[in-house]
């Protein structure tokens, strides 16, 4: 029985929609539901009451107007007051709309939507990203890393490998994409990795059927001023609990709401399950179907049995893998955050489901960091700073291990420029885990969009082994030895053939296997009832009839046996990144403007750790010179030798405008070349300059590059350098 | 008009059959059929000829026997000389079979079969790689990294992009594998992106024409000592022709010979084309057609407006990508070096086609290496060492970046380890190039199965950009910015539109824009005929026939223009890396055995470089010691801290065994602690040691890591350390 599966990033990242909700493991949406309201809901629901009775106040006015217009003889100084009643009704109706707005859009979205305009068309202008194709008009939720978009991305992902890979001494895999059918059969995707999708009855263009639902929603709570407060809460209830309707309820409620196509305003389809995988045909016949990978993690997981070898067959080890992943989305939305091909980073951790310890526990153990667990979200309490120490000691975190991985993992994730206050650790609630998952954390970054899941930090316990196991007939076990031989009590059932061969004659095999089968409650509820009747009725599957059994036909008991081994599935603790939301969180928590020297222009800046910077350092000469060019070269090629990215500027630009093309694309440290002898180099963020002799200064980018030094550091041991010319 | 396409590796790797031989730009096989025979032909028709005359010998003897024995009265003993003389003519066929069997096999294929099987043993024995899905019984042509080469394949990814981007300072670009219909349309991947395939009649099995018609040949030359000489130059023939045949000939020699399905010997189909791409669908519609990428470098062609203004305009640039491709071949073949989906790291060096010198080509002019030009390959030579300053200056490569390309791309290969004795650029034959291309070098590697292409280097000139330009409307082309402005001779064709209009009616805008269309040849051709006869035939395409236009209808002059820029389409020199078949070679170029010490076994070494070894030292406590434990795990740390990747052995197995262990993993150094304050450092290859002390030892092993320092170094500067029990 193939129950669902993904609990991890993969679907975290791009969440099927299922259709029981105990089944469902995970949110539907980036932006998280169980986040605090936007805004105060008592202030809300006052302010929606006040707004109705100003409303009615107006219409009861009018009402009045239109009477005493009709009542012969008019009183025409009656109707003139009444008017002018009506109009200051009418003025206090629309500053209540106005206070409304106003709040609605300090606590939602329109300066987060400036800002994000802001950062896109920054990195849009840069080349960080391109829309792919896009001479051929490009492909919805395809994206291009343009130059420094690639760089950073590589830096992400050589950085990860060094935190994980090297540190954690993880056994990296590198599997295809193209993957055949019985795979992603065993592990669930083809049943069930689907969105609910509804068809424009007329031009057949596809929805998401809980994206036209949740839109309609939050664009009557936002836009419709006259809605009730109950039919405000209504709706409010619906976008909480939209993740978990059925394909029914999902119907129903469309018709309902009478929600039409949103480009047509043709009727719509009922909602049917669509498959997100990307299908394709293996070799010439046509006859292997096969996909394009979901996640990387099934590479992994066939390959369980030579990883195990290969570590010597202990435990607990971790397999690592990074690649590329794709869902055909229905229609992509939120640009970077939901694409159709994206870049996983995941881990998978085998453990002794018995020893679920971690022996680099303390090294995070005194970490301390934005917490989410399940009881602060149901009682509707924010998230608040923990110890990851305490939380595992406490129990809010299942284990250690899952404890050391989620230490990591903020670890990497402020490493790379994440802010720690908008970065959380949220526990999944019981309806969102998988049935089999012991725990599940998910690392949360706050953006424009919101909450985004960029990391899933999941134990799935056995699931995922057994369920190759059982598709396979590949034993994906582990062995404990032990250190001498234990005495284990086992039941033995020893049919007696000749007996239920004169009882049952062609069927006997079929008993003697129905018999054998039986597990140890079985077996000894059947001893009892022998012993005590002497016959039984036993149910044989394969028969599909009871037969009765006598105490002749079979015996049963206990046996004490010397067992040298334990056999066992692994537990995995699942750590599952989604590289590009990452990265599109650190553009966001980088970028900042600052004004130029002149303040008639904002200048943009990412405030890049020279670790994810996509170059390290410019070099200009400070006019154009040949003396200076040679040196500029010479110092480049030295920085490239040790590896270092760097670009050279010999254009006559002024320094200025030079430096805010390099601040923004988030350059951390500038080399001006100004004598023969010596140079200034500029911290982006401080603006602070030194000066360096030529022959070192290779040397002390370096160090402040690769981590050695911090530029304080280097600020302390070499003089500062100020120069009216020098910045903007 | 959408000519052919792909000269670059990745066709080159997975090269389509096409049915216009001028077409087609590359060769059909990884060997390829160019390299010297294997054996001396001459000797090889005096062997079969000798061969022929003693079967004759035989087949005589045979018949005079029985004609002595027919003969009454029968003379015994004349029949028993007779036959005496049968077998000495048998035994001295059997020597000659004997004889040639052996050459065969000295020159073909066991021993280096042998070799080839000891190098995969290894590698699937210590994961470098895996049959992907092997639980599930595997997919052709589908391979996974396991960890060591995984690390080994990001080692080398690591250095490409040192070596090539970084120092080259291009630009990388990252897109997607899913790639839209309409572009691969443009490439021309859609339509002749083919191999021709044949299918058995009655199970509907798919093969590879070329494949069958190639084996049997080989297969009769190999091991039918009976075939004529006549009869094996026909076969020689077809193998050396066989890449050029048409889907009817290839069919037609099927036929001739006979042969019929590998499996079941059932008759064959005729050969069609099958397009090599994995088709897919984009979106839910199911109406966006799409494929994964049968390479990477459409994606940067479709991005190179955008990338030429990031670039300040200025030419050259190159850009570089590394991703997955995609080929669904027929049958895959060749192990690792035939398979479905592949990494590629590919080059487009974009420059003006009337300047394609490059700044740095004097830092390769000097190398000097083998080299394998049209002229010696034609002529039936061997490839020879020479000098690519000189190459270049005598036309032999087309222009120094080339040139400059090939340089790198030598450098870049002997660096990773890969041996230059079994390395050489050979350039395509007139007949293999694109018709657009200028020039094409591949670099050969010889493995046990031939000379095999890993990278491609080829100036294609414009087609790419202008494909995407055909086919998209967006104009692909650079500027070149006169100093000051140029005055240009240009043609100005003027329609004298009433004249026209009264000739030719509702036919004059066909006619007004058949003249406009002129190039400059064709105007001056009618400008002077109308000038001498004062009218002339023309012929109007849209229309359909030719009408007379007279002396008054046009008029035709040569004015002189000022021009301030050049608007050009650029050239494309494209270096494109097959990174999974160097890696192949790599192992078998380093792989050798030798015998333990005890000298009753053989020990596998790989003698990767630091740079490319996937583990870079091991650390080993002598024996199983609490204190000798602390010291390899400090030490263990800071090679990690420092980015070394390293492997701790604190099993109690003895000092030979685990360096037998890690030598078969190509790990360069292993450090044994033996006291609390030195420590000895091996060489894998030399087997020599020295002391180092415990708080040097990291900075050691780091510097002979990185390449600050060789061993040679090293053995000076420390003590060097024998010790009976240290190896083996």
Redesign the interface.
């Known amino acids: 029985m193939h129950r669902i599966i993904h609990s991890r990033l993969t679907s975290l990242l791009h969440p099927p929609t299922f259709t029981q909700p105990y089944l469902k493991p995970f949110s539907t949406t980036a932006t998280t539901t169980v986040i605090p309201p936007k805004m105060d809901p008592t202030v809300e629901t006052t302010l929606r009451q006040i707004l109705a009775e100003k409303q009615s106040a107006v219409d009861a006015q009018a009402a009045a107007i239109r009477q005493l217009k009709a009542s012969r003889p008019a009183d025409s100084a009656a109707v003139d007051a009444a008017v002018e009643r009506l109009k200051s009704l009418k003025l206090e109706k629309t500053a209540a709309e106005e206070h409304f707005q106003a709040l609605i859009k300090s606590h939602g979205g329109e300066s987060k939507e400036e800002f994000r305009q802001s950062v896109i068309n920054t990195l849009e202008r840069?080349?960080f990203y391109?829309p792919?194709?896009?001479?051929?008009r490009g492909?919805?939720g395809?994206?291009?890393?343009?130059?420094p978009?690639?760089?950073v991305?590589?830096n992400v992902l050589?950085f990860w490998?060094?935190h994980f890979v090297?540190?954690e001494?993880m056994?990296?895999?590198?599997?295809?994409?193209?993957?055949?059918e019985?795979?992603l059969k065993a592990s669930g995707h083809v049943d069930k990795f689907t969105d609910l999708?509804v068809k424009d009855e007329k031009t057949?263009?596809?929805y998401r059927a809980d994206h036209l639902l949740k839109d309609f929603c939050k664009e009557k709570l936002e836009k419709d001023l006259s809605l009730s407060p109950e039919k405000a809460a209504e709706l409010k209830h619906v976008l909480a609990v939209l993740d978990e309707f059925s394909a029914e309820e999902l119907g129903a409620k469309i018709k309902e709401y009478g929600i039409t196509a949103p480009d047509t305003k043709n009727p719509l389809s009922d909602p049917y399950p669509?498959n997100l995988m990307?299908?394709?045909?293996?070799?010439?016949?046509g006859l292997?179907p096969?996909y394009?990978r979901p996640e990387t993690a099934q590479?992994i997981f066939?390959?369980f049995?030579?990883?195990y070898y290969?570590n010597?067959q202990k435990l607990p080890f971790a397999a690592a893998q990074i690649g590329?992943a794709?869902r055909?989305?229905?229609?992509p939305r939120q640009g970077l955050l939901r694409v159709?091909?994206f870049t996983l980073a995941e881990i998978e951790h085998f453990v002794d489901p018995n020893d679920k310890s971690h022996p680099k526990f303390s090294e995070v153990a005194h970490l301390e960091f934005l917490m989410f667990p399940r009881e602060l979200q149901v009682s509707a309490q924010a998230a608040k700073k923990m110890n990851i120490g305490e939380a595992v000691l406490k129990g809010t975190v299942n284990n250690e291990t899952l404890g050391y991985f989620i230490g990591r993992v903020y670890l990497f994730l402020t490493s790379l420029g994440i802010d720690r206050e908008r970065l959380r650790f949220r526990q999944h609630l019981a309806n969102e885990m998988a049935h089999y998952a012991a725990d599940c954390w998910d690392a949360e970054i706050e953006c424009s969009y919101g909450w985004i899941e960029c990391v899933g930090i999941a134990d799935r316990s056995a699931y995922d082994l057994r369920a190759?196991t059982d598709?396979?007939g590949?034993e994906?076990v582990a062995y404990e030895k032990y250190a001498e031989p234990k005495e284990v009590e086992k039941v033995v059932i020893t049919p007696v053939k000749k007996e239920l061969g004169l009882a049952f004659k062609g069927n006997q095999k079929m008993v003697v296997e129905a018999l054998e089968a039986m597990d140890e409650k079985e077996a000894m509820e059947m001893k009892a009832n022998l012993e005590s009747k002497g016959e039984v009725e036993f149910k044989v599957c394969t028969l599909g009839k009871n037969v009765t059994v006598t105490n002749k036909m079979v015996t049963i008991m206990k046996v004490i046996k010397k067992e040298h081994q334990r056999t066992f599935t692994p537990s995995v603790i699942e750590p599952s990144f989604g590289i590009g939301r990452i990265i599109y969180c650190l553009y966001e928590h980088s970028f900042y403007t600052r004004p130029s020297k002149a303040g008639d222009e904002q200048l943009n800046v990412f405030r890049f750790p020279p670790l994810v910077a996509p170059i390290k350092c410019t070099v200009f000469p400070l006019v154009q010179n040949e003396q200076y060019e040679q040196v500029a070269k010479r110092i480049t090629k030295s920085l490239?030798a040790s590896?270092i990215?760097c670009?050279i500027d010999i254009?006559g630009t002024s320094i200025g405008k030079r430096y805010a093309r390099t601040d923004e694309l988030g350059v951390p440290f500038a080399i001006t070349v100004d004598s023969t002898s010596s140079v200034t180099v500029r911290e982006r963020d401080s603006k602070q300059q030194i000066r360096v002799d030529i022959d070192e200064v290779a040397g002390v980018i370096k160090e402040v590059t690769d981590g050695q030094s911090t530029w304080a550091d280097v600020l302390w041991k070499y003089p500062t350098h100020s120069s009216a010319s020098a910045d903007e």
């Open positions: 840069r080349l391109i792919s194709f896009k001479i051929y492909v919805a395809l994206y291009d890393y343009g130059p978009g690639c760089s991305k590589s050589a490998r060094q090297l540190e001494n056994l990296e895999v590198d599997c295809p994409c193209v993957t055949p019985v795979v999708m057949g263009t596809c669509f990307f299908q394709t045909s293996i070799g010439p016949s292997i096969g394009m590479g066939v390959n049995k030579d990883l290969y010597g590329q794709f055909n989305e229905i229609s159709r091909e190759h598709k396979s590949a994906l490239i590896g990215s670009k254009t």
